[in-house]
Structures are given as C-alpha cells and as structure tokens.
C-alpha cells in the first residue's frame, strides 16, 4: 500500500483556521520526515513545512512562519498542519509527502517518495 491520505480542507473566510491531517496505511510514520506542499493553479508548487521522524526538527516556508503548526502523533500514525490566520494567499491543494529518514533535520529541498492525493483549502470572503 504506502499510502498517505490528506483530510480537513475546506472553505474558510480570510483570518479563519483549519487544521489538515495526514495519515498513513500501510505502513508506519514514525521512520519517517513528513512535508506539506502546496499548489495553486498557474503556480510552482511550494514547500510550506516538514517535520523529522521523531519531531523534533521542524521548519516553515517564510510565507507562513507565525501562523501555520506542523505536529505528528506517531502513536495515530498522523501528521498535522495546523494553520491560523489565513490569507487568500493561502489558497491551494495541499499535499502531504513522506520519505524515509530515521535521525537528522527535515528538509523541504529534498525528493519525497511518498505523495498523497492532496486536499484543497479555498480562503475566500
């Protein structure tokens, strides 16, 4: 299997939240960095943060320092993206990504292995 699943976008007014999840069958996350992306239409798509197998290394795109959260709870095989203060800016599909690591720093220019099938998060008055 080796599947990630993303849940909890949606639609939410400008200032608002939403909290993403990520969760993996098949196999186990705790061996694992995990990584959010996103994507708009027309537009790269872009490292928005990871965070290291055991969770202790985390990092964030400049765009969303301040407001987003990522967190894992390998006990539910899950990572999260908690994100606050939403701008339209933030408008995208957001994808979760995995790649074997067991030690060391996680790192957004990096190949993932692992893709999920994405979630859309629309930031809209």
């Known amino acids: 299997q080796l599947q990630l699943v993303e849940s909890g976008g949606g639609l939410v007014q400008p200032g608002g939240s939403l909290r993403l999840s990520c969760t993996a069958s098949g196999f186990t996350l705790e061996s694992y960095t995990i990584g959010w992306f996103r994507q708009a239409p027309g537009k790269e798509r872009e490292g928005v943060s990871c965070i290291s197998s055991s969770g202790s290394s985390t990092d964030y795109a400049d765009s969303v320092k301040g407001r987003f959260t990522i967190s894992r709870d390998n006990a539910k095989n899950t990572v999260y993206l908690r994100m606050d203060s939403l701008k339209p800016e933030d408008t995208a599909v957001y994808y979760c990504?995995?790649?074997?690591?067991?030690?060391?720093?996680?790192?957004?220019?990096?190949?993932?292995?692992?893709w999920g099938q994405g979630t859309q998060v629309t930031v809209s008055s």
């Open positions: 990504a995995a790649h074997l690591k067991l030690f060391g720093l996680c790192q957004l220019e990096r190949a993932y292995n692992y």
